[in-house]
């Protein structure tokens, strides 16, 4: 029945026990190659609690309707469920409200969407925007296909040999025609955290605005957007735990306010007419069309579970296997790892001596092991270290010691067989 909704059951907070969580997720249980799957490939997505799972058949059960539009029913149970889940990402991130969450397709779309708004509005022939030396392809070409229309500068902050940005290099990089500075949060490649902190509050002391690629930093570290100060933030659901097709992008009102919409159509409006339109209010001005309904309630739930576990206890558990993983990689012979930046979230890139990655990637997936190999999406970052690719294995909360251990063996295992 349509009106039947199916409560879930409110679980108790979770004292941190990884084989607790690890049974939230039903996918670990899978079976590949003949092997228990040993999933070490998080940066490119996580996997979905049954939560979250459970919420999204549930939608589509009992609740689905379109949004803001219907005054029966299904319509605002879907519109109250649609703007449930926007305030969760709001006090996730402590957005001061609301109309500061837009939902996109993820950080891609929202990173594309300032850069839209920007070329329209803001920027001119002669003008700058910085990015770094480590960003992920989405914060690179939104801004090389503003170049294709407008002379506008990308400067690139450098990094070292360990994965740090040179900061000095970043502070010369800074002039009266820089209109944006926008940086990684964590490298998906070579896992540093960056001092945006730092470069936030220096960028304001020039009026410069400063967007934030989160999407390695979402579900890694505790991210408040009041503190931080950034201008916009961006991140996308998948890599949270929860669905894809689904993101966030974070901007300050008075910011959002002042700037045009993206696209057009539904939803965004409040007048049209043949000769003119006016734009709804924030968010709505932003969120064209139909919007990915269930997947934005779906990432409603992976945050509600994840505050249930709290990131205290996620970011703890983390550097553990990090520091397991990153002190065990390095006793293999013949073993190199990329990115020994200072500090660093859940990633660990490496490369062999004369095993090419997509072949270690090949093998180790025999053993039920699944890593990412290849450029990872920062062809840059490659060429900055002279190299085609590299392995990365990347983790996740439910992550283990014996599944680093795993990786250890396929990976001497590997060598053995090559070798
Ligand atoms: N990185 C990885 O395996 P989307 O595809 O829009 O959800 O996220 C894009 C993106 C942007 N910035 C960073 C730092 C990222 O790591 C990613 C996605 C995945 O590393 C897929 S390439």
């Not at 993101?247 to 696209?263: A, D, I, N, R």
């Not at 934005?296 to 970011?315: F, K, P, Q, V």
């Not at 053993?367 to 990365?392: F, K, L, W």
Request: aromatic share 8%; glycine share 6%.
């Amino acid at each position: 029945m349509a009106t039947e909704i199916v409560t879930q059951k409110k679980k108790e907070p979770h004292s941190f026990n990884v084989n607790e969580i690890r049974a939230d997720f039903p996918i670990l249980k899978e079976i590949v190659h003949g092997k228990p799957l040993c999933y070490l490939d998080n940066a490119a997505t996580t996997q979905k609690p049954q939560a979250v799972i459970d919420t999204i058949v549930k939608y589509y059960t009992h609740q689905n309707a379109n949004i803001h539009r219907g005054v029966h029913y299904l319509s605002e149970l879907a519109t109250k469920e649609f703007e449930d889940a926007r305030i969760k990402v709001k006090d996730f991130i402590n957005a001061s409200s609301e109309k500061e969450i837009i939902f996109t397709r993820g950080t891609t779309e929202s990173i594309n969407l300032v850069a839209n708004i920007f070329n329209k509005a803001i920027l001119k022939d002669g003008d700058e925007i910085i990015i770094s030396a480590m960003e992920h392809h989405s914060n690179i070409v939104p801004w090389q296909l503003i170049q294709e229309q407008k002379k506008i500068k990308l400067k690139i902050i450098p990094i070292d040999d360990n994965g740090d940005i040179i900061y000095d290099e970043f502070l010369k990089l800074i002039s009266e025609k820089t209109k944006l500075i926008s940086i990684v949060y964590v490298s998906n490649s070579l896992g540093t955290i960056n001092p945006i902190e730092k470069i936030i509050e220096e960028a304001h002391r020039h009026n410069i605005p400063v967007l934030i690629d989160a999407a390695q930093a979402i579900q890694h570290l505790k991210i408040d957007v009041q503190k931080l100060n950034c201008d916009f933030l961006a991140f996308s659901g998948h890599k949270i735990y929860g669905p894809t097709g689904i993101g966030v992008l974070y901007g300050k009102e008075k910011l959002l306010e002042s700037l045009p919409p993206f696209q057009g159509g539904g939803d965004m409006i409040s007048k049209v007419t043949f000769e003119k339109t006016t734009f709804n209010e924030l968010p709505y001005k932003f969120e064209a069309g139909t919007s990915n309904i269930a997947d934005a309630i779906g990432l409603g739930t992976a945050l509600d579970y994840i505050s249930r576990i709290g990131l205290d206890n996620i970011i703890a558990h983390e550097t553990k296997i990090l520091d397991y993983a990153t002190k065990s990689l390095m006793q293999i012979p013949g073993l190199k790892i990329i990115g020994q930046a200072k500090h660093k979230s859940s990633v660990v890139s490496f490369v062999f001596d004369n095993i090419h990655p997509h072949d270690a990637g090949t093998f180790l997936d025999f053993e039920g092991i699944a890593i990412r190999t290849g450029h990872h999406c920062t062809q840059p970052v490659m060429d900055r270290y002279n190299i085609p690719a590299t392995s990365r294995a990347s983790f996740a909360v439910y992550n283990t010691e014996e599944e680093v251990d795993i990786l250890v063996k396929g990976i001497i295992k590997l060598i053995e067989v090559f070798n």
